[in-house]
Each structure stands twice: as C-alpha cells, then as structure tokens.
C-alpha cells in the first residue's frame, strides 16, 4: 500500500522513521511519499519537501515565510492528489496538516490518520471539530488523552504507547559507552555535566539559550554542554557560545543525557526524554509579555502544567520557569536543588519512577503499525 506521512520538525521525523519501519514489518509492500527529514529518507521512499522548510514557529517568523508556507502547502495539496496514496498521515504539526486534513477530506475519498495529537487539550479545544470532521483515525501517545478524546468529546481514539518512552529504552538497551569515552571522543573535559537543551527551532534557541548558558555557568564545577539540534547548523549557536565555556554536541542527545548529571531544557518532547533518562531537570520556557500569558495560562489555557512529565504524572514533578518566572536566579535556585545529594533530586527521581509507569511499556510504532495496515485491508 502507498502511505503519504507529512511531519514539521525533528521530533517527527524522528517518530515517523519508526513508524515506517514498524509499517514495513507488517506490509512489506509498502511505498513512501513524504514530507520530512534525514531519518525518514533513510528508512526509503520519495521527499518531497524537507521538514526545514515547514518548521517557522511564532507569529513573526510565521508572517514573514508566509509565501513559502502557502507554496509548500498547495505543493502538498496538490502531490498528495497526483500520487492518490491508500492513506495520508499526519504527525503532529497541526497548524499545517489539519489545513490539509480538511482538503483531503473534502476532496478525495483517502482516509486520513493522526499519529500524535495535536495539543489540543492545552489550547485551541475547537480544533476537536476539525479533528472529528477531516481525522478517520487518531492514534494517541498520551494515556490522558483517552479521557479527552473518548469521554470529554465522545471521540474514539487508540492509545498506542509512548514512542519517546519506547526509543529511549531501546536506546539504553543497546548503548555501552563509558562517560569518559564519551567526554573524549566530543572533546570534553572530566567534570560532570549538566545538559542544555534549548529547543530544536531556531526561535526557541533565541529566547531560551542566553539565560540558560548564564545560569549553567554559575556552577563553576560542571561542564556545560548543548545538545545541538540536527536541524540547526553550528555556525547560528556561536552568536551565543562565542565568549563561554560550552560546548556542543550535534545529534547524541541521548548519548548526552546519558551522563548528565542534570539538565537545563524548554519545555516539550526533550522533557519526557530528560526524565526518561532520570536526568533530574529545570523545564524553562521564555515567552513574550509574560504577565499576559501568566493570566491566559490562569484563565484561558485549559492545562495545569507545559511539560510532558507534569501532564503525564498529573503533579508537578519538574519546576516550569515559563512567564514572569523564567528569570536567570529562578533557573540558578532550581539547578542547585537538584545537584548529587540535594534531596529534591531523589524526590524528582522517584517521580520519575511513578511517571513511567503510566506510561506502560507499549511499542508504540509497532502498535500504530499493525492498527492502520489492519485498518486500511480491511476497508
């Protein structure tokens, strides 16, 4: 069967390479035509488009690339129709692939699939109705999201497991370097390490880095150490890195949290993955006007926490600097506390621990896998 996978940043790529791996498993026939990254064209099939030119994040940059969105998203429009797959999936994305949802729904007669919802449940809720229009099938990577879906908005959902969680512990599985072959082979001196992750957009970069390199390098005992997006070129961090003492290391995120000792990370899939690999952490996130979206995320935002970890745990687990709290003090306090023998760093490591297990031990490609090549023979 032909299956048409559209993504818009690196944390799809990432999920959609599995899943077309774990869809080949149970279709051998299977044919690929996509939207997105260097770990999708390895599994095999057609790009057409690299994800780097879809991911604008924020009204500005999103205003400024306009022309090039509405181009790519005729582009896909009209590819999608030329190339009539047996179905199209969507990986998270919404502002973009609901838009083409909608058009294929209305248009053709493909079925249209979700892997990883849209955060609706955090903001824009009205998006159920689109959802439940244009979305045949939706596949959930959140267990909370069953209760959303199926109870809030009587929206039949499969809940297939976490992919995070399970490319994690495949990972740890299989990984056997030492800290020290580690630390040599990127250059690094022998000091324990405390992690950055600041973000896989070149926005979120901006706005979270500087505080992030300022507050790290209180700690005089720690090495710093970015992990480099893959989608980011070397030459945007040295605006910021130029005058420090860091360093980075581009695409070994989990070789990096693997012997951290702890980490400074925006909010997003970076914070399931930190915890999953008991990173203890400080989740930052710098927003524009922060008194205004200090009281639109008191009256307006529908969720009580931005990070993976505190949703999914339904408690506050990790510390979110965000709005009028993403101060360089704040991330210096919250860091300290979470240093070798501080004891609200066993606190977060036993929350972990609680966190994980809600999360089950699903393969989350493999199960999304066998339910749509069910699905689509069966139609």
Known sequence: MKYYLIVGEASGDLHASRLMESIRKFDEGAAFRFFGGDLMQKVGGQRVRHYEELAY???????????????????????????????????????????????????????VYYYISPKIWAWKEWRIRAIKRDVREMFSILPFEIDFYERKHNYKIHYVGNPTAEEVATFK????????EFCSRNGLNSKPIIAILSGS????????????????????????????????????????????????????????????????????????????????????YKTPLPNLIRFAFNHIIKVKYISLVNLIANKEVVQEL??????????????????????????????????????????????????????????
């Open 57 to 111: 994040m924020g009204f500005i940059p999103v205003l400024l690339h306009l022309p090039t969105i509405i181009k790519n998203m005729n582009l896909c429009k009209q590819d999608i129709v030329k190339w009539q797959p047996d179905v199209v999936i969507l990986v998270d994305y919404p502002g973009f692939n609901l838009k083409i949802a909608k058009y294929v729904h209305k248009n053709t007669k493909i079925p």
């Open 173 to 180: 599985a299989q990984y056997t370097e030492s800290k020290d």
């Open 201 to 284: 957009r070149k926005q979120e970069i901006k706005d979270n880095l500087p505080a992030m390199l300022e507050a790290g390098s209180r700690f005089e005992d720690y090495q710093l150490v970015i992990a480099g997006a893959p989608s980011i070129d070397d030459k945007f961090y040295e605006k910021y890195i130029a005058d420090k003492d860091v360093k980075i290391v581009k695409n070994e995120t989990y070789q990096l949290l693997s012997h951290a000792t702890t980490a400074i990370v925006t909010s997003g899939t970076a914070t399931l993955e930190t915890a999953l690999f008991n990173v203890p952490q400080v989740v930052c």
């Open 322 to 379: 965000m709005a009028e709290r993403f101060r360089i003090n704040n991330i210096v306090n919250e860091v300290y506390k979470l240093l070798p023998n501080k004891p609200a760093r066993q606190t977060m490591l036993d929350d972990y621990k609680t966190m994980q297990e809600k999360l089950g031990d699903y393969c989350a490609p493999d199960n999304a896998a066998i339910s749509i090549v069910h699905l689509l023979k069966n139609e």
